[in-house]
């Protein structure tokens, strides 16, 4: 990869990619932003501002990373004007295989040959996205963490094709993000969301069968074993449309009643409840 111009494009503005675009921008890449549904960059952006402003009032941002931030990141009318001269392209459009697989066909031909496509899928396989491609050597996953930001994690998944300098280049990346690479096998689910979703839904079961309520369930985890945040509120935080789509993945290809979808689980999604970004899910939220 080479180190000048530091460029990043990044594919879908919504909670994981604008927040990806945060991310690069405040390290210092020049970081294009792309989203084809009308004015979904703009209000990535605006919340990238807010975020940022907040940050800073808070004291726990300097105001130079803000600045630096907002100069390094821009909206990009179209995914050819976004990825055409970007060093590292990060896919983050909603997990659906064929959408995915579609985007990549068109960044194999609209990115430089020397660009690295990732993906920021939570469970889906990078190989068969890396297929359609004219450059699977050069295709890997990385999967970012809500809020990205200020989550350090970044699983580096290796697909089948991927290539010993791809793979180097893509830690290096992640590591001048200021974030902590583990590198994972292109398997179901990778690490993260095997271990995420199983807990997430036992969390669930637990609430079918009466055992705690939601904030009993999660405080149990956050005191007892140290997590910064309880399944159930993960999950609102996740979204938890996105939960079920894993979850029934997961099931799919591994099997296991681990990874069955709880009732209460559908249910909510059937009813719109889907978390954060909705309003409601296992918690009410408001703007704050």
């Known amino acids: ?13 919504g909670t994981m990619g604008h927040g990806i675009a945060q991310a690069a921008a405040m390290a210092g890449f020049v970081t294009h932003l792309y989203d084809n549904a009308p004015g979904a960059v703009d209000a990535a952006l605006a919340r990238v501002r807010a975020d940022l402003e907040a940050g800073v009032e808070r004291g726990k941002l300097d105001a130079e990373v803000r600045d630096l931030a907002l100069g390094s990141l821009y909206a990009a009318p179209a995914l050819r004007d976004a990825v055409h001269a970007a060093e590292v392209v990060i896919e983050a459009v909603p997990e659906q295989l064929a959408l995915k697989t579609e985007l990549f066909a068109r960044l194999g031909l609209h990115a430089p040959d020397e660009a690295i496509l990732a993906s920021n899928t939570s469970a889906l396989s990078v190989s068969r996205l890396a297929a359609v491609t004219r450059r699977p050597e050069r295709v890997l996953g990385l999967h970012f963490f809500n809020p990205v930001p200020r989550m350090r994690l970044v699983e580096v998944v290796r697909a089948d094709a991927t290539s010993d300098a791809t793979l180097s280049a893509a830690i290096a990346f992640v590591r001048a993000l200021g974030k902590q690479p583990i590198v994972v096998s292109d398997t179901p689910g990778f ?4 271990l995420g979703v199983v807990l997430g839904l036992e969390a669930m079961r637990m609430l079918e069968q009466g055992v705690a309520e939601p904030a009993e369930i999660d405080r149990a985890m956050e005191l007892g074993y140290h997590h910064p945040v309880g399944p159930l509120r993960l999950s609102d935080l996740i979204g938890l449309d996105v939960r079920l789509a894993i979850a029934e993945h997961l099931h799919r290809e591994l099997g296991g009643e681990q990874y069955r979808a709880p009732e209460i689980l559908r249910r909510l999604v059937a009813e719109g409840k889907l978390g954060r ?3 409601e899910g296992f918690y009410r939220w408001d703007e704050r």
């Open 1 to 13: 990869m080479p180190l000048q111009p530091r460029t990043v494009a990044v594919v879908g503005a």
């Open 191 to 194: 690490a993260s969301s095997r």
């Open 277 to 279: 970004k909705s309003g």
